[in-house]
């Protein structure tokens, strides 16, 4: 069923199945630290890079989020968020297979799908974070297991597909990455317009 329409999605993406598995914790445990709002989504993909370890989808503030609760952005208790078992979407309310993906390219879609799917928004903002050595090597987002990444055509193809889904719907907004050897002219002529 088509969950309830919100104003944002914001959706971050880790493409940690590699060394930048440990860092990224931080920086997931930072997003739940900055509060709950209650017109938004908030979805984290996390592939960490442990053998059999599974991919996890994560609702940030899920627990926060009743029609009555209001705002509360920035006022948590410490610097960071101990754990992350109340936001976890991942075992309870989906199966593996709407999850883990084959490659790098099926994880960004399957996450994508999930995102435009479940949590529909007016807006939307998309956060990549991971290795970027697209000019160089044309791999973005890779993946040690299985060994994948995704080609810069490859990114422009997935990007379009969710914004013609979308369309009319709502629109993507914003595409951030945290990700080196992305601020080519390369990589802007790929995602224009989309």
């Known amino acids: 069923t088509e969950s309830k329409k919100r104003k944002w999605t914001f959706m971050f993406f880790f493409a940690s199945d590699n060394l930048l598995s440990p860092s990224m914790l931080t920086q997931i445990k930072?997003?739940?630290?900055?509060?709950?709002?209650?017109?938004t989504n908030v979805l984290l993909?996390?592939?960490?890079?442990?053998?059999?370890?599974?991919?996890?989808?994560?609702?940030?503030?899920?627990?926060?989020?009743t029609e009555d609760r209001p705002s509360r952005i920035g006022d948590c208790d410490g610097p960071l968020v101990s754990v992350l078992t109340d936001d976890d979407i991942t075992p309870k309310d989906?199966?593996?297979?709407?999850?883990?993906?084959?490659?790098?390219?099926s994880a960004l879609e399957k996450f994508l799908t999930l995102c435009r799917e479940q949590y529909p928004a007016d807006h939307y903002m998309l956060f990549l974070v991971g290795h970027g050595m697209v000019v160089g090597r044309d791999m973005f987002l890779p993946d040690e297991n299985p060994v994948s990444a995704i080609g810069l055509t490859e990114l422009g193809v997935i990007l379009e597909e969710f914004s013609g889904h979308i369309k009319g719907k709502g629109q993507l907004e914003l595409i951030g990455m945290h990700s080196c050897s992305m601020s080519g002219v390369e990589v802007a002529y790929e995602l224009k317009g989309k």
């Open 94 to 105: 989906m199966k593996r297979s709407d999850v883990d993906a084959v490659d790098a390219k």
């Open 30 to 39: 930072s997003i739940n630290a900055a509060g709950y709002q209650r017109d």
């Open 45 to 65: 993909h996390f592939d960490p890079n442990e053998k059999g370890a599974p991919t996890r989808i994560f609702e940030i503030n899920r627990s926060d989020s």
